[in-house]
């Protein structure tokens, strides 16, 4: 079982503003280890959507956009868009484990 | 470019090799992780070896049963995966590691573990 826990799922209409959460404990994000998040659309590999907290890779809209603070985390994708309707995962390292974890994952739905 | 191979149907308490080739990169740099995604389930980190072999992860859920390995010479990363189980069904990816994260995916390579 992941110690990250996100919400199972999330949904909006086009151009609205979804949040996902992204909770740890003070061995992973409140022990100050970075979150990241990736966006796993059916039936194709993840992609980077988050590295280091906030930082968007070239090539990911400004529509996501992505916080951190103690042990929590969110992402946020303001506008939505059909495109968008995926699996959604944030990620870090837990000390306690010594092992790198991933959420439990999100799954968006564009209604 | 990361491009996996050997998946296949295995029996349970069988063993699989997993190959995984890289291009399009200095493979010998960077460090690299296997991660899975089991029917109907989220993605599970497994396992990581660092750029130089000089340090290994794994998840509880493989420690034990699997071994992370890699050759810079072929630009290949491996899993072999021993005593496998029905919950070892999934999709296995690979991974390319940029510090903390992963910055390419392979496309990923299906293990079915079934009698």
């Not at chain 1, 309707?85 to 994952?105: H, I, K, N, P, R």
């Not at chain 2, 340090?55 to 890699?70: F, H, L, P």
């Not at chain 2, 810079?72 to 189980?85: A, E, H």
Request: glycine residues 12%.
């Amino acid at each position: 079982q992941s110690v990250l826990t996100q919400p199972p799922s999330v949904s909006g209409a086009p151009g609205q503003r979804v949040t996902i959460s992204c909770t740890g404990s003070n061995s992973n994000l409140g022990a100050g280890y970075d979150v990241h998040w990736y966006q796993h659309p059916p039936g194709t590999a993840p992609k980077l959507l988050i590295y280091d907290n906030i930082n968007r890779p070239s090539g990911v809209p400004g529509r996501f956009s992505a916080s951190k603070s103690g042990t929590s985390a969110s992402l946020a994708i303001t506008g939505l868009q059909v495109e968008d309707e995926a699996d959604y995962y944030c990620q870090s390292f837990d000390t306690s484990l010594t092992a790198y974890v991933f959420g439990t994952g999100t799954k968006v739905t564009v209604l | 470019q990361l491009v996996e191979s050997g998946g296949g149907v295995v029996q349970p308490g069988g063993s699989l090799r997993l190959s995984c080739a890289a291009s399009g990169f200095t493979f010998s740099s960077y460090g690299m992780h296997w991660v899975r995604q089991a029917p109907g389930k989220g993605l599970e980190w497994l396992t990581y070896i660092r750029y130089d072999e000089g340090n290994e992860y794994y998840a509880d859920s493989v420690k034990g049963r699997s071994t992370i390995s890699r050759d810079n010479s072929k630009n290949t990363l491996y899993l072999q995966m021993n005593s496998l189980r029905p919950e070892d069904t999934a999709v296995y990816y690979c991974a390319k590691s940029n510090g903390d994260y992963i910055n390419s995916w392979g496309q990923g390579t299906l293990v079915t573990v079934s009698s």
